[in-house]
């Protein structure tokens, strides 16, 4: 097995490549030495950016400092190139703590990853977890006004393991009829499929004319891009929304031990959101956390994602398959 210490230089080595995350050694979870509130030296996070990002870790810090308080461990935090790396990390027990977007969690489960969802982030406090894909076009664009417009066009998907970039955007092209599956072979007999890589990237393309339409979740396209300046308020329309998608999660892996996991799942519930990071001095200003900008983490169980799961059923989409 290879040493703590060498399993965390190597994760960090290999920043952004999802083989790391399966080849990197052994995880946390499974280092001789634990901390007094028995946890791993070490605890490896793994997280994806929703956006183009350099510094996704940001966005974690509160997370990252609370945990290290509630632990006493250090936490690893690694920005992986893609969803699969974060699943294929999870199975091959080199990540203790994943974010996921909710397909991506159902994946891992389908594919074998033993792991228990502590709890879903949500935009705002008193607001239930979840969020909606948006179908978008130029303003003014008249030819796409609908998904049935996006026959034969240059459409920005995010990332074929996107739960809200492709998952339920290929759910509503069949309700449209504009494909009859959610293959990947399907799509692009029907249109031109472009992978921009993030809700922004894709976003960006469509409002630049690289794509004819795309698809986004909604904060990303309606506060998000427009606070930062990438957008203008009404420069896209939103021609299609999605039912509403279970929120993004927080998953440790089982591996940890149950004990472990039930603490985890107390700290994530009940002190991983902006009044307790305030009240505790983890940070003075608004405390969003993830590349959502979220404003903490409320109890969400294993059922709640069955939504998901139906998609995966409706598109028949491989990427669901173990």
């Known amino acids: 097995m290879i040493t703590t210490a060498h399993r965390r230089t190597g994760l960090a080595a290999a920043l952004l490549t999802s083989t790391a995350l399966v080849a990197a050694g052994c995880s946390?979870?499974?280092?001789?030495?634990?901390?007094?509130?028995?946890?791993?030296?070490?605890?490896?996070?793994?997280?994806?950016?929703?956006?183009?990002?350099?510094?996704l870790r940001a966005s974690y810090d509160p997370v990252i400092e609370r945990l290290e308080r509630e632990t006493g461990s250090t936490v690893d935090f690694v920005q992986a190139s893609d969803y699969a790396g974060i699943v294929e990390g999870l199975i091959a027990g080199n990540v203790d703590l994943a974010f996921f977007g909710p397909f991506a969690y159902v994946v891992a489960g389908v594919n074998g990853a033993d792991m228990t969802p502590l709890g879903a982030v949500v935009k705002d406090q008193g607001t239930p977890p979840g969020y909606t894909s948006y179908g978008i076009a130029r303003s003014d664009n008249d030819s796409v006004n609908s998904l049935a417009d996006y026959k034969g066009k240059k459409v920005c998907f995010v990332d074929p393991s996107s739960t809200s970039g492709f998952l339920y955007p290929s759910a509503g092209l069949i309700e449209e009829g504009v494909t009859s599956s959610g293959s990947e072979a399907d799509i692009s007999s029907a249109l031109t499929p472009i992978y921009a890589g993030g809700h922004d990237a894709s976003a960006l393309s469509v409002k630049n004319g690289d794509c004819d339409a795309g698809f986004a979740f909604d904060t990303m396209v309606d506060k998000t891009m427009v606070d930062k300046g990438e957008l203008a308020p009404g420069e896209l329309k939103t021609v299609w929304k999605s039912d509403t998608i279970a929120g993004s999660l927080f998953a440790a892996n089982n591996e940890l031990g149950t004990e472990a996991v039930d603490k985890l799942k107390t700290v994530f519930t009940e002190s991983m959101n902006a009044e307790a990071f305030r009240a505790d001095g983890i940070c003075s200003d608004e405390c969003r956390i993830t590349d959502e900008r979220a404003w903490g983490v409320v109890p969400v169980e294993d059922g709640d994602y069955d939504g998901v799961r139906h998609v995966c059923d409706v598109t028949g989409s491989e990427k669901c398959q173990g």
């Open 28 to 55: 946390g979870s499974d280092a001789d030495a634990t901390t007094a509130q028995g946890f791993p030296e070490t605890i490896t996070l793994a997280a994806i950016p929703a956006e183009n990002s350099t510094d």
